[in-house]
Nanobody, 112 residues
């Protein structure tokens, strides 16, 4: 059974950092493209970052600040978020590209 469990969200001041984790079970993260999405209140869910075996890709709004990575031994995908801005506030979701699997989401709030 495929399962994705996000963690690492919280409240952080502007300019701060957080690292989100997505623990996967039921499959190996090395074998699938994995993404992070986010959804802010009143807005549509948007793609933040993707990692596959051949590339990583980022939304323009997070390029140079966020880094997606995966640890195959821990079967976990990460999103390192630096220089956070209030507009990064959202629920962040982990997503497996093949088969359309979502995690439950983790809240990130950037506020002073």
């Amino acid at each position: 059974q495929v399962q994705l469990v996000e963690s690492g969200g919280g409240l952080v001041q502007p300019g701060g950092s957080l690292r989100l984790s997505c623990a996967a079970s039921g499959f190996g993260v090395s074998r699938y493209g994995m993404s992070w999405y986010r959804q802010a209140p009143g807005k549509e869910r948007e793609l933040v970052a993707t990692v596959t075996s051949v590339y990583t890709n980022y939304a323009d709004s997070v390029k140079g600040r966020f880094t997606i990575s995966r640890d195959n031994e821990k079967n976990t995908v990460y999103l390192q978020m630096n220089s956070l801005k209030p507009e990064d506030t959202a629920v962040y979701y982990c997503y497996r590209i093949a088969g359309t699997y979502w995690g439950q989401g983790t809240q990130v709030t950037v506020s002073s």
